[in-house]
């Protein structure tokens, strides 16, 4: 751990380093870095595309180092939420960052014409002119950017014309398979100009104590491969969830108006495996492979004109612009997210939308002159026409549907979405509501809700009680994403696994004060939302959510306010805490 | 037979890239790609893992004019003389290996050579590199 972070400033082009070992120390690295870093750097108030606010890419103190680590994070001010915007993503790039030499990467200002950065190790640091790279796809421009013979590791982020026209939700692309996918870094890679970064990573890692080291890693590497705590992730991978929650009825289906969907098997994981996938993908140091990938052919005219291309398909995609828009066909699940990812759209929140406008067109609040194709549950063509308007924007309508918002909020107690962020795919019961609105990201990751309702199915949730342990889960995920551990190996990376890999490469320390790093990095985070105007007063829960019976029954609005009325006293507790560090 | 490292199922590789970086842990003590005497790249719908072949009679020792490569007994090649390397200005040795398995240190100025442990093998997860006897 160096503590060195890249700046690179894209209104002058100009860039520099600057040493916060200190920071580091204090705070392990990943999440914890990056919202420390995006509370200093960025302005009171800023518009989200503005120059001025920052994007902070921050590796995490395990990656390169042990097994199952790779989860960079970005920070930055959302457009979609308005406040913290926060994204994960898995692939080479916090590796990449660390052979650099880095801790973390600092974009600020804003270029007058597209670019895109190279950076090495060393220092070098290029701002290069994108104008060949224009509207081109994420998954093209890191094909054009790679060079195949670099001798180190590299890795490319992209945006795609999503990201270029500011559609709130554009997504990054990483490395191909990997995704920036939530809150909208997309635009504000497109507010500064800047379509794509390669970072070649020729350096080195060191450890002080090698035996030790490779010790804890044989240690690690054997939990991952051999204990079957992740074995969900390398067989089935996400998907497994499609039959899971279907079977107690969680399965969001129709814009959240079932909880099952008739046409899950098709659809399910199972499906999926066995007659369509043709690899796995994995991250560096990661002997998992969890990214399941198909090739996709279609047939683009007569005499067997084939085109085919790679598709990777998780859950959360497949209930996005499966289930919850009635599309049952495997096959058009997968067309729709190959236009999401060619596009950049959070396929998320792509289904969000369109789960709202169908329902909104055929309660007739909308028509055709706003839609311009008729949006039908299971249409998989209709939609993927209406895709192409959302990221180029034709009308009022498809500006509102790219800002994530209902038109002249029209049907806005349908829009499933919470704090500015579309719905995950688990209609399990009040944990996960509660969960989506406590967490510092609205994202089903902040906390896992939706385990929570599981484990509790059938029995009373008590409100506070539910607070409370999601408070605790999300306070230690925040410790494994200031390491970079990969949540899906959350059950290998136990605090005492935490502990003494942390200690092996020269932290030192003990469970209190490793948990105590965990509530500042949650702390710090909602300090910036609340500096940014986040106020659980307007947190607003759809109507949607308690009019469909959960796999816990229906949920009681009562119960929800209870639970963000203590939460929100024990977070403020939480930000007191972390600031007076 | 003699025990030595195989590239088993080359299709199976997921590109985590644990082997490379193991290899550099052993023989440099650090983690990189550029210490690593493998390295993967992509090819057609999966990825390539190039490692030395261990070859009997290798073609990278017949071409070094400096006798600095030697044939290792059992195959591959070991680096007796490397500081005669530093003077070398055309790596023959590299451009020998049909396979391009051979790296080059540009720190040290010298090629890497595969010291046949087997760590990349023990960590491979899909048993695409073996470290075992020849069959």
Request: charged share 20%.
């Amino acid at each position: 751990m160096n503590g060195d972070i890249l700046f690179i400033n894209l209104t002058d082009g100009l860039s520099w380093v600057e040493n916060r070992r200190e920071l580091v120390d204090k705070c392990i690295g990943g999440s914890g870095l990056a919202i420390n870093l995006l509370n200093e750097l960025c302005p009171d108030g800023v518009d989200p595309f503005a120059p001025e606010n920052p994007i902070i890419l921050a590796s995490g103190s395990f990656i390169g180092l042990y097994p199952a680590c790779s989860k960079t994070i970005a920070m930055f001010k959302s457009p979609l939420t308005g406040n913290l915007g926060e994204s994960h993503a898995g692939g080479k790039l916090g590796a990449a960052i660390r052979l650099a030499g880095y801790e973390a990467v600092v974009i600020i200002g804003a270029s007058s014409k597209l670019v895109w950065i190279d950076i090495r190790d060393n220092g070098g640091v290029k701002v290069n002119g994108a104008s060949s790279l224009k509207k081109m796809g994420g998954l093209n421009t890191i094909m054009a950017l790679s060079e195949s013979s670099s001798c180190g590791l590299q890795s490319i982020v992209a945006i795609g014309p999503a990201g270029e026209n500011f559609v709130y939700y554009a997504n990054v692309l990483v490395d191909g398979y990997n995704f920036f996918g939530r809150t909208g870094l997309g635009a504000v890679m497109g507010a500064k100009n800047l379509k794509a970064v390669r970072i070649t990573g020729g350096g080195e890692i060191s450890v002080k104590n090698l035996d030790a080291y490779k010790r804890v890693f044989e240690k690690i590497y054997e939990e991952v491969v051999k204990s079957g705590k992740m074995r969900k992730y390398h067989d089935l991978g996400t998907p497994q969830n499609v039959l899971t929650l279907n079977q107690i009825k969680a399965l969001p289906t129709m814009n959240f108006k079932l909880g099952y969907f008739d046409y899950a098997e098709q659809i399910s994981g199972e499906y999926f495996a066995d007659n369509l996938l043709t690899r796995k993908n994995t991250c560096p140091l990661c002997p998992i492979g969890c990214k399941h990938v198909v090739i996709l052919r279609s047939f683009f005219a007569d005499e067997h004109e084939v085109e085919s291309i790679e598709v990777g398909y998780d859950y959360e995609p497949i209930y996005a612009l499966g289930s919850n828009l009635g599309v049952g066909n495997p096959m058009d699940v997968l067309k729709l997210r190959a236009v999401c990812d060619r596009y950049g759209l959070d396929a998320m929140m792509t289904g969000t939308m369109l789960a709202w406008a169908t329902e909104a067109y055929e309660k007739g609040l909308i028509g055709l002159d706003e839609t311009m194709v008729e949006p039908k549950w299971g249409n998989a063509e209709k939609y993927i026409e209406m895709i192409k308007h959302i990221m180029t924007m034709p009308n009022e309508f498809y500006l509102s549907m790219a800002q994530g918002k209902p038109y002249k909020n029209l049907g806005e107690e349908f829009l499933v979405a919470i704090g500015g962020n579309g719905l995950a795919g688990y209609h399990t019961g009040l944990a996960f509501i509660i969960g989506t609105a406590i967490g510092a990201r609205h994202s089903h990751l902040s906390n896992a809700g939706y385990s929570l309702d599981q484990k509790l199915l059938g029995s009373t949730i008590n409100p506070v009680n539910a607070v409370e342990a999601l408070l605790k889960e999300e306070t230690w995920r925040c410790v494994l994403e200031c390491c970079g551990v990969c949540l899906f190996a959350r059950d290998v990376y136990d605090k005492h696994m935490v502990l003494e890999a942390l200690n092996t490469i020269g932290f030192n320390y003990d469970g209190e004060s490793l948990e105590k790093i965990g509530r500042v990095a949650y702390g710090l985070k909602y300090k910036f939302k609340f500096k940014e105007g986040f106020k659980f007063q307007n947190l607003k829960i759809p109507k949607r959510i308690f009019e469909t019976a959960t796999a816990n029954g229906i949920i009681s609005p009562e119960d929800v306010k209870k639970a963000l009325t203590v939460a929100e006293a024990k977070i403020k507790e939480i930000v007191k805490e972390a600031t007076a560090q | 037979m003699p025990i030595k490292l195989i590239v088993k199922n080359q299709d199976r590789c997921m590109n985590c890239a644990t082997c490379v970086f193991v290899c550099s842990r052993e023989l440099r003590g650090v983690l990189s790609v550029k210490h690593s005497a493998i390295r993967i790249s992509r090819s057609g719908v999966g990825f390539k893992v190039t490692v030395c072949s261990g070859c009997e009679e290798p073609d990278c020792a017949s071409a070094c004019p400096y006798e600095a490569l030697k044939p290792r007994s059992g195959g591959g090649v070991e680096l007796l003389n490397p500081e005669k390397c530093e003077k070398c200005e055309n790596r023959p040795c590299l451009n020998a290996c049909s396979l391009k398995a051979l790296q080059w240190d540009d720190e040290r100025k010298r090629p890497i050579i595969c010291i046949e442990c087997g760590v990349c093998a023990k960590f491979c997860p899909h048993e695409v590199l073996y470290y075992g006897e020849d069959v």
